[in-house]
Antibody, heavy 115, light 104 residues
Framework: EAQLVESGGGPVKPGGSLRLSCTVSGYNFEDAWFSWVRQAPGKGLEWVGRIRRKADGGTTDCAPPVKGRFTVSRDDSKSTLYLQMDSLKTEDTAVYYC??????WGQGTLVTVSS | DIQMTQSPSSLSASVGDRVTITCRASQNIGTYLNWYQQKPGNAPKLLIYSASNLLGGVPPRFSGSGSGTDFTLTISSLQPEDFATYYCQQSHSTFGQGTKVEVK
């Protein structure tokens, strides 16, 4: 059974940076696309970004609100997905999930951006 | 960027009711459409993938249909455990705004 475990969340000041990790086990990591999804308190799900598998170019895309500030990357040798978040804003406060895009989701990690 | 418009944003229903939620894409997305159920404090749970394929273990009262720009999630007979929020998503991309199914 696949397990996705996020880490790296926590409090950060506006303008700061944070790197989230998502370690995947029990899953064919290198053959999968992955996405980051976030959910602000009391709000809906928001897609943040995705990374394709290397066979599809390994390229990334991010949603307009985070484009230029967030970067998705992967290390297939470690079965780990990353989300580098720079120039953080208060509106980036949310629970961040990693997902295979299907039924595999992590438990989420909370990022709180506040002065 | 493709936008996903989901409706209604909320609905009230009773156990046994037939419930229909619609999702419209701003461009043709073929059948790259998933449906999720989310309950408070939990990660989303996949119900339907590729517009109409029921994930193994999901009750057959759930069904999905559509292609191109218009999609539908139907719950044929609402059960107590189905009160939740439902989201459509273009695969690995934008979500709809969500539909909260509440007790009437």
């Amino acid at each position: 059974e696949a397990q996705l475990v996020e880490s790296g969340g926590g409090p950060v000041k506006p303008g700061g940076s944070l790197r989230l990790s998502c370690t995947v086990s029990g899953y064919n990591f290198e053959d999968a696309w992955f996405s980051w999804v976030r959910q602000a308190p009391g709000k809906g799900l928001e897609w943040v970004g995705r990374i394709r598998r290397k066979a599809d170019g390994g390229t990334t895309d991010c949603a307009p609100p985070v484009k230029g500030r967030f970067t998705v990357s992967r290390d297939d040798s470690k079965s780990t997905l990353y989300l580098q978040m720079d120039s953080l804003k208060t509106e980036d406060t949310a629970v961040y999930y990693c997902t295979s895009g299907l039924q595999e989701w992590g438990q989420g990690t909370l990022v709180t951006v506040s002065s | 960027d493709i936008q996903m418009t989901q409706s209604p944003s909320s609905l009230s229903a009773s156990v046994g009711d037939r419930v229909t939620i619609t999702c419209r894409a701003s461009q043709n997305i073929g059948t790259y459409l998933n449906w999720y159920q989310q309950k408070p404090g939990n990660a989303p749970k996949l119900l339907i993938y590729s517009a109409s394929n029921l994930l193994g273990g999901v009750p057959p009262r759930f069904s999905g249909s559509g292609s191109g720009t218009d999609f539908t999630l139907t719950i044929s007979s609402l059960q107590p455990e189905d009160f939740a929020t439902y989201y459509c998503q273009q695969s690995h991309s934008t979500f709809g705004q969500g539909t909260k199914v509440e007790v009437k």
